[in-house]
């Protein structure tokens, strides 16, 4: 029986409650977890359950994702047959509504040469650690038209169905009324037997300000860590060649996330620091996440703050936000002490 599966990666989605995350990317390439993107875990997961062919189909600020991903090489999808594959929108954002039918259906000509016989259809922003091919078993066991994957009740916008029909979905949109794989799930007199499948690992959809800082920090409970990096299942991501962190003598850190390129002179607590962060002498970082390149200097206070790509924090500065409300600084910003006062 063919059991092979083709990866379809929805990012078209646009969400305001990402704020100044997304104002110059698109929500699948936020930075997450020290060293990922947030497309990184459900492309691994396909790449993991031997889909070696997937398909992105961004829509909005897609230039930091495409230089993210490349090749595919990180995924080992830069190959001569199938591999990864973009398909930007032809839809500007004043259409941005338009369901991801009609894009699809603008590349149909890929779905009919797919040798693909099911596909998996994922949203970006999910942060979870799942073996698709033990979901497609579920599928042909049920006899399934669609499979709707759900956590704790709740959708995670991931589905499974055979290619042949999703192709004849989406080239007949216009007249079934059908936007989305989620409108065709969602119609309880559509006709197609839908299943439920409930993954009973750990899961996050990031889409809001709140839930990414909540998310993130849960990442540091050694539990969540083991359930989303696992040995046999890696998380892959674009591989950047940096020195170690190096830790001054006055440094002190407790139960943190620390990438690699990274200098700590002062206090970090509870803390997720990305990438070639300078933490300067006599500051101290609390519940916080700092991305790529953020240089914080000396005798500063960040408590509850999310800093972006590139913030630079002058000496002297003190900026606090709240466990369910945290502070978030643009990228690119220069915070100074004088500005906070």
């Known amino acids: 029986m063919n059991k092979s599966m083709l990866g379809i990666i929805d990012a078209t989605i646009h969400n305001e409650e990402m704020k100044e995350l997304t104002f110059k990317r698109s929500i699948?390439?936020?930075?997450?977890?020290?060293?990922?993107?947030?497309?990184?875990?459900?492309l691994s997961n396909m790449v993991n359950s031997e889909i070696q062919s997937v398909a992105i189909f961004p829509r909005f600020q897609y230039r930091s994702l495409m230089d993210h991903l490349g090749s595919g090489k990180q995924w080992d999808l830069d190959r001569k047959r199938d591999g990864l594959f973009f398909f930007p929108s032809s839809v500007g954002e004043v259409d941005g509504n338009t369901g991801s039918f009609q894009h699809f259906k603008e590349n149909e000509d890929f779905f009919l040469r797919s040798t693909q016989k099911y596909v998996v259809i994922s949203n970006s922003y999910t942060v979870c650690n799942m073996n698709f091919k033990v979901m497609l078993e579920r599928h042909l066991n049920n006899r399934c038209d669609i499979t709707h994957v759900l956590h704790q009740e709740e959708s995670m916008d991931i589905y499974i169905l055979e290619k042949d029909l999703l192709v004849k979905l989406f080239m007949n949109y216009e007249k079934n009324g059908y936007g989305s794989i989620m409108d065709v799930v969602h119609d309880m007199n559509s006709g197609y037997k839908v299943c439920n499948y409930e993954f009973t690992g750990y899961a996050a959809v990031i889409d809001s300000i709140e839930s990414y800082y909540k998310h993130s920090l849960e990442l540091l409970n050694p539990s969540v860590w083991q359930e989303v990096f696992?040995?046999?299942?890696?998380?892959?991501?674009?591989?950047?060649?940096?020195?170690?962190?190096?830790?001054?003598?006055?440094?002190?850190?407790?139960?943190?996330?620390i990438a690699n390129g990274a200098i700590i002179e002062g206090h970090v607590e509870n803390s997720i620091i990305f990438r070639g962060v300078k933490v300067g002498k006599g500051t101290v970082i609390k519940n916080s996440i700092v991305m790529q390149k953020g240089v914080i200097g000396s005798n500063c206070v960040l408590e509850s703050v999310i800093l972006d790509k590139d913030v630079k924090v002058e000496d002297g500065t003190a900026i606090t936000g709240k466990l369910d409300s945290p502070y978030l600084v643009r990228k690119g910003t220069v915070q100074g002490a004088l500005m906070n006062s």
Do not use: H
């Open 28 to 42: 699948a390439a936020v930075p997450f977890g020290g060293r990922y993107r947030l497309i990184d875990f459900v």
């Open 230 to 257: 696992k040995k046999n299942q890696p998380i892959l991501t674009k591989v950047k060649d940096e020195p170690p962190t190096s830790y001054g003598k006055d440094a002190y850190v407790k139960n943190c996330m």
